[in-house]
């Protein structure tokens, strides 16, 4: 599973790492958090506004911090 974390080192980017990593760690999956600060990699994924949150290549979240248990139901529909 490939987690990421679009953002530029805001503090809603970092609590959407912590979460993300709470919610991956509570479900049992390793919770390697990739974060992609370069906006041009942002951009390159078509989201224009922070955070953003991304499972296996698929935007899931953008510009708004979700809730541990929709990051987690994300996961749930990704998990490979």
């Not at 599973?1 to 503090?11: F, I």
């Not at 912590?18 to 919610?23: P, V």
């Not at 922070?50 to 529909?77: C, D, F, Q, S, Y």
């Amino acid at each position: 599973m490939k987690l990421e974390v679009l953002g530029t080192g805001c503090a809603k980017c970092k609590k959407l790492v912590e979460l993300t990593r709470q919610a991956a760690t509570e479900m049992g999956i390793p919770d390697e958090i990739l974060k992609v600060e370069k906006i041009d990699d942002i951009v390159n994924y078509g989201v224009m506004i922070t955070p953003a949150l991304v499972i296996n290549g698929t935007v899931v979240a953008a510009g708004r911090l979700p809730e541990k248990e929709e990051i987690k139901t994300w996961i749930r529909k990704n998990i490979q």
